[in-house]
């Protein structure tokens, strides 16, 4: 059985895993018409909270978690901004608290935030400048260094450049921003274990604090199978030795079946190994690829 890594060329958000299951060559199927390809999937990244008529930034992914330029995204507010080099595209978010919805042209792709109006409507937390007590207030302890995660608190800017984030003290990719909500993603060499996590804004610092950083990795079965045999996955985690909430998803439902649906979360073992195993059954011949993120120890349901 041939097993392989998918690891995105600069950007990669979660742990993948894609393997070859055996099959006998129909001829047939060379012969059979093309099917009409479906579009790539795109991933739109909003920052959680947006602050009322302040700049904010979003980011389009594609399904690998590299970023992509050149792509437009209508938001509810019937602004139409399209993404730089970068992948990622400045804008201006409502003008009243509610909800900001994101769309990206000619597709399903849809994100929303919430908008919510300044909590200090005093001067020192303007939507042009951070606040003179730049603060971090929430942040996941545990962190993979392939996904991203969401920091909130208080002085951030608008403009995701603007904010400098880093973790081992390497520099990370903000990829959506506002003044009170960043979605980063860790740098490519990051090491695992024990770090910490510090911001720096318009020369204000805050931090660093305490983070734990993580490999997750998947291994599956070690030869190759035939359809409609038993197996079993293992999600590794690497850097931790405490027990952590893993969120699994298939992504070929028609492949391989997970007992407990598409979207399932497991809690590792704790210790050394740090691992949790996953049943499976073989449903056709073909790749399939299964994901992994971890689940923040206060979450809700999977966002499906």
Same mark, same amino acid.
Do not use: W
């Given at each position: 059985?041939?097993?392989?890594?998918?690891?995105?060329?600069?950007?990669?958000?979660?742990?993948?895993?894609?393997?070859?299951?055996?099959?006998?060559?129909?001829?047939?199927?060379?012969?059979?018409?093309?099917?009409?390809?479906?579009?790539?999937?795109?991933?739109?990244?909003?920052?959680?909270?947006?602050? *009322? $008529?302040?700049?904010?930034?979003? /980011?389009? @992914?594609? =399904?690998?978690?590299?970023?992509?330029?050149? !792509?437009?995204? #209508?938001?509810?507010?019937?602004?139409?901004?399209?993404?730089?080099?970068?992948?990622?595209?400045?804008?201006?978010?409502?003008?009243?608290?509610?909800?900001?919805?994101?769309?990206?042209?000619?597709?399903?792709?849809?994100?929303?935030?919430?908008?919510?109006?300044?909590?200090?409507?005093?001067?020192?937390?303007?939507?042009?400048?951070?606040?003179?007590?730049?603060?971090?207030?929430?942040?996941?302890?545990?962190?993979?260094?392939?996904?991203?995660?969401?920091?909130?608190?208080?002085?951030?800017?608008?403009?995701?450049?603007?904010?400098?984030?880093?973790?081992?003290?390497?520099?990370?990719?903000?990829?959506?921003?506002?003044?009170?909500?960043?979605?980063?993603?860790?740098?490519?060499?990051?090491?695992?274990?024990? *770090? $910490?996590?510090?911001?720096?804004? /318009?020369? @204000?610092? =805050?931090?660093?604090?305490?983070?734990?950083? !993580?490999?997750? #990795?998947?291994?599956?079965?070690?030869?190759?199978?035939?359809?409609?045999?038993?197996?079993?996955?293992?999600?590794?985690?690497?850097?931790?030795?405490?027990?952590?909430?893993?969120?699994?998803?298939?992504?070929?439902?028609?492949?391989?079946?997970?007992?407990?649906?598409?979207?399932?979360?497991?809690?590792?073992?704790?210790?050394?190994?740090?691992?949790?195993?996953?049943?499976?059954?073989?449903?056709?011949?073909?790749?399939?690829?299964?994901?992994?993120?971890?689940?923040?120890?206060?979450?809700?349901?999977?966002?499906?």
């Amino acid at each position: 059985m041939s097993l392989r890594r998918i690891r995105g060329k600069k950007y990669l958000t979660r742990a993948i895993l894609t393997i070859l299951v055996a099959a006998c060559p129909v001829i047939a199927v060379a012969q059979a018409h093309p099917k009409a390809q479906t579009p790539a999937p795109r991933i739109i990244v909003l920052p959680q909270k947006a602050i *009322a $008529g302040a700049p904010a930034t979003l /980011a389009v @992914l594609d =399904a690998a978690g590299r970023t992509l330029p050149n !792509v437009v995204v #209508e938001l509810s507010t019937g602004q139409k901004v399209t993404t730089d080099v970068t992948g990622r595209a400045l804008f201006t978010a409502p003008s009243e608290a509610g909800v900001l919805t994101a769309q990206i042209s000619g597709r399903n792709t849809i994100k929303s935030s919430m908008v919510v109006n300044f909590p200090d409507p005093t001067p020192q937390a303007s939507s042009e400048s951070p606040s003179a007590g730049l603060r971090v207030l929430s942040y996941p302890h545990f962190l993979s260094i392939h996904d991203q995660f969401t920091i909130e608190g208080a002085g951030f800017r608008g403009e995701a450049d603007a904010n400098r984030v880093f973790l081992a003290d390497q520099l990370c990719l903000v990829l959506a921003s506002s003044p009170v909500s960043l979605v980063v993603l860790p740098g490519l060499h990051i090491p695992i274990g024990a *770090a $910490g996590l510090r911001l720096s804004v /318009a020369g @204000l610092s =805050a931090g660093p604090n305490p983070v734990v950083l !993580v490999l997750l #990795e998947f291994s599956g079965p070690a030869e190759a199978v035939n359809v409609g045999a038993q197996g079993k996955l293992t999600v590794h985690v690497y850097g931790a030795r405490e027990r952590l909430v893993v969120e699994v998803r298939n992504g070929s439902p028609e492949i391989i079946q997970l007992p407990r649906g598409n979207v399932q979360r497991v809690t590792t073992s704790g210790g050394e190994p740090n691992a949790a195993e996953i049943e499976m059954k073989f449903l056709a011949p073909g790749n399939y690829t299964v994901t992994a993120r971890l689940i923040p120890a206060a979450s809700g349901l999977p966002d499906l």
